[in-house]
């Protein structure tokens, strides 16, 4: 079966990077697009980023144009969030998702994404 694994979050300073991590196993992971989402507390699960299978279709949400970068390594299995400039607005527990059709676009779309990580904290401090 499918499986996603977070890492890398953690406490940061505002202003500060970190660069998140979705390890997948279970099936050929570079004919899928993947995607980032959040939630903060009381919130509802927002988009963040998301790729198309070789890299070149990527997709943000405006708040984070500019400062987030999402990129792929096919041979390793994994997708990275690289988050720079962090503000107090970007904590929230970080998932990434993908999508459950083969060769399927990215998507922005929380509805169309059928397999979940666990999750990664991501606290930004003043």
């Known amino acids: 079966q499918v499986q996603l694994v977070e890492s890398g979050g953690g406490s940061v300073q505002a202003g500060g990077s970190l660069t998140l991590s979705c390890v997948a196993s279970?099936?050929?992971?570079?004919?899928?697009?993947m995607g980032w989402f959040r939630q903060a507390p009381g919130k509802e699960r927002e988009f963040v980023a998301a790729?198309?299978?070789?890299?070149?279709?990527?997709y943000y949400t405006d708040s984070v144009k500019g400062r987030f970068s999402i990129s792929r390594d096919n041979a390793k299995n994994t997708v990275y969030l690289q988050m720079n400039s962090l503000n107090l607005e970007d904590t929230a527990v970080y998932y990434c998702?993908?999508?459950?059709?083969?060769?399927?676009?990215?998507?922005?779309?929380?509805?169309?994404?059928?397999?979940w990580g666990q999750g990664t904290q991501v606290t930004v401090s003043s």
């Open positions: 998702g993908t999508r459950r059709d083969v060769y399927a676009s990215a998507s922005i779309f929380l509805h169309e994404y059928n397999y």
């Open positions: 790729i198309g299978l070789n890299g070149d279709e990527q």
């Open positions: 279970g099936r050929t992971f570079s004919r899928y697009p």
